[in-house]
């Protein structure tokens, strides 16, 4: 009971593996992605302050690392279907905070709560570092399903994952970090030679003129 037990939940986010139920070439876990996207968001969050934005450092890192922690209760729901609908993206917030909400009141000691409550709310925000949370998980998720196509995964659904990325990260182009991932990062990633290069760069090309009216 207790704290004991939070610190147990650490290592069972490492057996929650992402995208269940597909082959895949690459396994990848929650926790090792709650890593890469504190990795990401710190990089994005540095092309922001370098441009003079001013970050919160503290709750920038507290967002990433904490931002799928409730996937020890639901699991991880695949992409498409996690946002089929915005009624349904709805009521997984909602299990997921109510869960969540439940572990904390159980196993938090009770000095501690309120703290660990706001820790694990929904992080994705209109702040600063909300969006650059928003984008770092996108840009990983787009680098899992790119190591997919990569290797020549048929699975279609890594297209799907890919499109569904980079159109979200386009929804925040006004942002000096995602203008700067898509003119230098996205290019590299495109200029890289394999043997769906050429569909997934017309693919690209084809969401970033969509987007650009």
Not at 15 to 21: K, N, V
Not at 132 to 161: M, T
Request: proline share 2%; aromatic share 12%.
């Amino acid at each position: 009971m207790g704290v004991h037990q939070y610190f147990k939940s650490l290592s069972d986010l490492e057996q929650i593996i992402r995208c269940p139920g597909k082959f895949k070439y690459q396994e990848h876990s929650v926790a090792s992605h709650s890593f890469k996207v504190t990795k990401i968001a710190q990089f994005l969050g540095t092309v922001e302050e370098k441009s003079g934005q001013k970050v919160d450092w503290r709750i920038l890192y507290e967002k990433a690392l904490n931002h799928d922690y409730a996937e020890l209760f639901t699991g991880d729901i695949k992409t498409p279907v996690k946002y089929a609908s915005k009624e349904l993206k709805q009521l997984f917030n909602e299990v997921e905070e109510e869960m969540t909400r439940k572990f904390v009141e159980k196993e938090i000691p009770s000095e501690f709560q309120a703290i660990y409550l706001e820790r694990f709310k929904e992080g994705k925000d209109e702040t600063l570092e909300g969006r650059i949370l928003s984008v770092a998980d996108k840009i990983d998720l787009l680098y899992e399903a790119f190591g997919e196509i990569q290797k020549g995964n048929p699975e279609p659904l890594f297209i799907e994952i890919y499109e569904e990325a980079l159109r979200t990260i386009l929804l925040f182009q006004d942002m000096n970090c995602v203008k700067y991932f898509l003119e230098h990062i996205l290019t590299d990633m495109l200029n890289e030679r394999f043997t769906e290069h050429d569909e997934l760069t017309g693919i690209a090309m084809r969401i970033i003129e969509e987007h650009n009216g």
